[in-house]
């Protein structure tokens, strides 16, 4: 019978354990696990921080894009009724601007002359916040009776209208708070020739 020398797997050459300077030892220190787990943590928590942040890009570009797209809404709509709207029948008249604006919209002709409809009004009124945010207004549409809400989150100053030479500039801004109390402001600044 031929008796061969058993050799532990830790002395052959090339082995893993031999390659970490571990020959004629069975396992890891207590040293060595401890760092592997330190490093492992510090990996954990850094991929963690990078997608926190990650995420916070979006949702404060997806808020971005959002107020963006209310804020070029409602300067569409406004600018859609300035352009019937009578030049002579605009109040304010002044070109220092004005949180609010009255005039009239040409409704058709009789007898040769422009028949003028019902005032519309477009203004900023309050609207409710939680305690201990800015003031923020919505802007209404005040038709006879009638008050409609087109826009929400202006800031307190967030709505002008300037008379400028043959027209009128319109200038909205909105604001929205993020609950890590980021605040995302976008402004739109359009310009209507008046025909009437």
Known sequence: ???????????????????????????????EVSLACALLVLLVLTTLLILH?????LEVGMATDALEAEAR????????????????????????????LSFQQNAGFAD?????????TYALRDQPTLPGSPPLRAC??????????????????G??????????????TLQRDLPEGQAVVRTVTTSVALRN
């Open 53 to 57: 942040a990650s995420q916070q890009a």
């Open 159 to 172: 709505l002008t209208f300037t008379r400028t030479a043959g027209g009128m500039q319109l200038c909205v």
């Open 73 to 100: 809404d409602l300067v569409e709509r406004i600018v859609v009724e300035l352009r019937q709207a009578g030049s002579s029948t605009l109040v304010p008249t002044n070109a220092n601007g004005s949180t609010e």
């Open 140 to 157: 209404v549409r005040i038709s006879g009776e009638r008050t409609l809400e087109v826009g929400r989150h202006v800031t307190p100053s």
């Open 1 to 31: 019978m031929n008796r061969r020398k058993l050799r532990s797997p830790a002395g052959r050459p090339g082995s893993p354990s031999s390659l970490f300077g571990l020959r004629g030892r069975a396992g890891w220190s207590l040293a």
């Open 112 to 120: 040769g002359a422009i028949r003028w409809g019902p005032v519309v």
